[in-house]
Structure formats: structure tokens, C-alpha cells
């Protein structure tokens, strides 16, 4: 039961040394494997683990890869950062999904001077400035937003209405006003919607040349706006940005690589925090006494502030706001439970067993599960936060009131991935995403017309859900 595929019997395995491999999840179609279940998200998993138990094997789209699913797994992953890398894939995927030259992106400068530099200018202490002019253009992108809608409000897709003010917002305070955000939006959304394909290593050539071709409108449109922007605004850049192009240019690579810098910080900015805003206000909506309670809180802290203003509240240093606004942060913080579904990578380096201890139930669970060297583990970090044995019976429901008073201590939550990947940008996602919800709720009204967002289910293990559907009246 545990060791057949129905479709490949190559797969059967026999145990080696007395300890199995992880099951194989059965699948039908070739290449294509499970890829359409794994659509189902959250039923699919929970399907899977009762049946193979917490570490499974799947095929999908050419590729078979380990996955593990409890807390406890993914912190023995994470941890192992030795034997299970992360670095290589980090430096394939600049070439691969962002375009950069191979041989660069394999080259020492990335492990030692590149990585290293970005994480450094994404700390706290660096994106002080950064955050203040992300809150400076926040309140003039909603000024205007509020002078459009008028006093008779105005029927806009509320989706697209908050990610173009999140987006101006964010690109500008990276890349200064004089990228053209707006007019590179269409070839950002396309690159986007090619990101999962340029990600799969094992499409044959000629099924992502589409995607490829998307990606170089990109980065053509980049490269026509660096080579004439200003020294002043070269100056103005993120620090982390900036580290990028100074470290590339000192290597001698050419316009390309810096255009794939660009492309892949402006993916890491714009592909997630949106979202999360989005579903942050979306689901306020869609439950009233949470959006009165937090409208009372934004309120009654700018009555304490001076000046009394909602700017005063936007420009507050970042590690002020969680305990300024703490239902706000439990909306942020819940918001992000309920609605990231990544799927982090490691590639394992030398032959090793999961200690059995790990292992709650299904096969291995008295010897251990052997890892061979080279295997790709994936950490499912949507699973534990979305289960009930971790968050209780109403886990599946979207509720901040588990976020407050310590009520979320010692669960599951790994929205920033975890270990050596663990996501650089989440200082400034968490400044973003809270002065934006307390901006747009403190100056909109908004009725429902219709409500059909949803999560798009073929959008898999890349971050912040991304919603489709729904119209709204604000
Ligand atoms: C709510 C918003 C965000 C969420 C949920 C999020 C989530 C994540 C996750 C889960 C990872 C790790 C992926 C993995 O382990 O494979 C990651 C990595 C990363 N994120 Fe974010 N992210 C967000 C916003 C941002 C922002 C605003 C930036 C800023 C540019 C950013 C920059 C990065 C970078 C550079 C990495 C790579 C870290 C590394 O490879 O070592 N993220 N993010």
C-alpha cells in the first residue's frame, strides 16, 4: 500500500538497511502526477496525511519530491541547514526564474558578498528610512484614492483597487518615483503569472519559452529606465537594492544581471505583502464586529499621538506598531495564518534517516525514513497552521481573537518560512501591512456588492494567497 504508485512500478522500493523510504503518493497521469489534486490545497494534504502519514513523497510535473508536515519536521529541517541546503537553489533560481547569467549566479560573490548584503540592509536597523518614505507615498496614494471615490463612493474592484495603492506605494519607496511603476505593472503581472513555470526545472524548453518571453519584456523595461536615472535617485534606492547593483558592478556584470536583481527584489516586494492586505481589509469586511473593534482602536491611538493625526500613526517606527495597535497586529498576524501557503525548498546533501521520534504515525514510524542525497525536501508550512489539533476546532475560520493575550504562544506559524531562507523582507511586509490597514479602514467605507474572493488553487506554494473575484462598493 505504502510503496506502489499505480503508474510507475520502477518506484517499488524495498527498505534499505531495515528503514523505508518516505510513501510515494499514488498518482495516475505521467509527468503530470498529482498536480491537479495538490489544487485542492488544504483537503489534499489532510487526505494524504491520514493516509501515508506526515512524510510523503509526491510526484508532480516531472518531479518527485519529500514533503514534511507537522512542526516538528519542519523545525528538524530547518534546522539541519547542513545537511539540508538551501543556497543552491536560492542561486539557481536568480538564473532560472529571474534571468541572470548562469555562470554569475553560481559565481562565490553571490554566497559572499550578494546574500549576505541583502539580508544585512533588510534588518530593522536599515529600512528606517525606507519605511518612512513607503509611508510617505501611502498617504498621498490614498489621498488621491479618497478624492476619486468622491463623497458618492464610487464601484471598484476592491482587489485591484488596494494592490495598485500597495504597489505605487512600496515601488516607489524601493525604487524611487522615477521608476514607472504604473506602466510597468502589466509586464510585472504577466512575469508574475510566469512564475510558476519558469520554476519548474523539469519543463521541456520549448513549454516555457512563453514564460521566458514575459520575463524579458520585464527586464527590458527595467533595463530602459536604469541606464538613465539619475546619480541622485541611483542614491535614493533600498539600501538593499543598491548593495545589489554596487556588488555587480564591481564584479563587472553587465546591465542583464543588474536588470535581474531588479526584477527578483521587485518579485520578493510586490508578489506577497499586497495580498496580505487585501485579505487583511477583505476579510475585516466580511466580519463586521471585528472591523468596528479595529476602527475603535485606530481611533482612540491617534487621539494619544502628536500630532493626532493618522500620518503621525503611519510614519511610527515599525517595532513600535505591534504593541501601538495590538488587535491590528492580531488582524495582520491572522491574516497571515489563514492565508500563506508556502512550500519551502531544500535540497538534501548526504544520505540520512528522519529520527522515528518525529514521526507520529504512518510508515517509519518504529525505524525512521531514509533520505537520499540529492532528494528535494519540501517544508508544507500551510499544513500545521491550518490544523485543528494545533489551533483547535476552528482553525479553517478566520479569527484575530486567537492573536490576542498571548492565545497564539508556543502554535505553529511559519508565514516567513523559517531557518536560512527565512524571509528578509518581513520587517518592512509587517510595517506595510499594518500602516495600510489602519489607513484604509480609517478613511473608507465599503458595502459589498457581490463577495466571491477567493484563494486561485492554481497558484501553489509561493506565499500570500492570491485572491480572485469580488467586486465592491467603497
Ligand atoms: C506578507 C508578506 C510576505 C510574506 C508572507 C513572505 C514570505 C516569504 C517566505 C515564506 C519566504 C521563504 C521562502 C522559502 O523558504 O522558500 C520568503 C523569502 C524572502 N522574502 Fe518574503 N514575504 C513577504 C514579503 C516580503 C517583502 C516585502 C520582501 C521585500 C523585498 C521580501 C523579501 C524576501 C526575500 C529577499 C526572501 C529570500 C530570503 C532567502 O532566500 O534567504 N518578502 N518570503
Known amino acids: 500500500r505504502f510503496y506502489h ?39 489534499f494534504w489532510a487526505g494524504v496525511i491520514r493516509r501515508y502519514g506526515p512524510v510523503v513523497r509526491v510526484r508532480a510535473m516531472g518531479e518527485v519530491r519529500t514533503f514534511v508536515t507537522t512542526p516538528g519536521l519542519i523545525s528538524y529541517v530547518y534546522k539541519n541547514s547542513r545537511n539540508f541546503d538551501f543556497l543552491h537553489f536560492r542561486r539557481s533560481m536568480s538564473s532560472q526564474i529571474f534571468g541572470q547569467n548562469a555562470n554569475h549566479a553560481q559565481s562565490d560573490a553571490m554566497d559572499a558578498i550578494i546574500f549576505p548584503g541583502h539580508h544585512k540592509n533588510m534588518q530593522p536597523g536599515s529600512i528606517a528610512d525606507l519605511i518612512r518614505k513607503y509611508a510617505d507615498h501611502l498617504e498621498g496614494g490614498l489621498k488621491q484614492a479618497v478624492e476619486a471615490v468622491g463623497d458618492e463612493g464610487k464601484v471598484v474592484d476592491l482587489g485591484d483597487h488596494m494592490f495598485d495603492i500597495l504597489y505605487e506605494s512600496s515601488a516607489k519607496a524601493f525604487f524611487t518615483p522615477s521608476f514607472p511603476a504604473a ?35 520585464a527586464l527590458r523595461i527595467i533595463e530602459e529606465w536604469w541606464v538613465d536615472i539619475s546619480d541622485e535617485d541611483r542614491q535614493q534606492l533600498a539600501p538593499s537594492m543598491l548593495g ?8 563587472g556584470w553587465p546591465l542583464r544581471d543588474i536588470a535581474a536583481f531588479f526584477l527578483s527584489e521587485i518579485w520578493a516586494l510586490e508578489a506577497n505583502a499586497p495580498y496580505a492586505g487585501i485579505w487583511a481589509v477583505v476579510e475585516l469586511l466580511r466580519n463586521p464586529s471585528a472591523l468596528t473593534r479595529l476602527r475603535t482602536e485606530i481611533t482612540d491611538v491617534i487621539a494619544t499621538l502628536s500630532p493626532p493625526t493618522l500620518s503621525t500613526l503611519l510614519h511610527k517606527p515599525q517595532p513600535e506598531l505591534p504593541g501601538l495597535l495590538p ?60 490544523n485543528e489539533e494545533e489551533w483547535g476546532a476552528d482553525a479553517g475560520k ?37 500602516t495600510f490597514i489602519a489607513a484604509f479602514t480609517h478613511l473608507f467605507d465599503a458595502d459589498i456588492l457581490s463577495d466571491t474572493m477567493k484563494a486561485n488553487p492554481q497558484r501553489i506554494g509561493l506565499g500570500v494567497q492570491q485572491p480572485m473575484g469580488g467586486v465592491t462598493r467603497i
Open 398 to 434: 478566520w479569527n484575530p481573537e486567537r492573536f490576542m493575550k498571548g492565545g497564539a504562544a508556543g502554535r505553529s506559524m511559519n508565514p516567513f518560512g523559517g531557518g536560512v531562507s527565512m524571509c528578509e523582507g518581513r520587517h518592512f511586509a509587517s510595517a506595510e501591512i499594518l
Open 327 to 386: 488587535y491590528t497586529n492580531a488582524v495582520f498576524q491572522e491574516t497571515l495564518r489563514y492565508h500563506v501557503d508556502t512550500l519551502s525548498l531544500r535540497v538534501v546533501q548526504s544520505d540520512c534517516v528522519i529520527p522515528p521520534n518525529l514521526l507520529s504515525g504512518g510508515i517509519g514510524a518504529e525505524t525512521g525514513l531514509r533520505l537520499h542525497k540529492g532528494e528535494q525536501v519540501i517544508c508544507a508550512t500551510r499544513v500545521p497552521m491550518v
Open 183 to 217: 506602466a510597468f505593472k502589466p509586464s510585472f503581472m504577466a512575469f508574475d503569472a510566469a512564475f510558476p513555470l519558469l520554476n519548474l526545472a523539469a519543463l521541456p524548453a520549448i513549454a516555457r519559452r512563453p514564460a521566458e518571453k514575459a520575463r524579458d519584456e
Open 244 to 251: 545589489m547593483v554596487e556588488a555587480s558592478e564591481a564584479e
Open 5 to 43: 504508485s499505480h503508474f510507475a512500478p520502477t518506484f517499488l522500493e524495498k527498505p534499505e538497511g531495515g528503514v523505508p523510504r518516505p510513501p510515494l503518493v499514488a498518482d495516475w497521469v505521467p509527468f503530470v502526477g498529482n498536480a491537479l489534486s495538490m489544487t485542492r490545497g488544504d483537503a
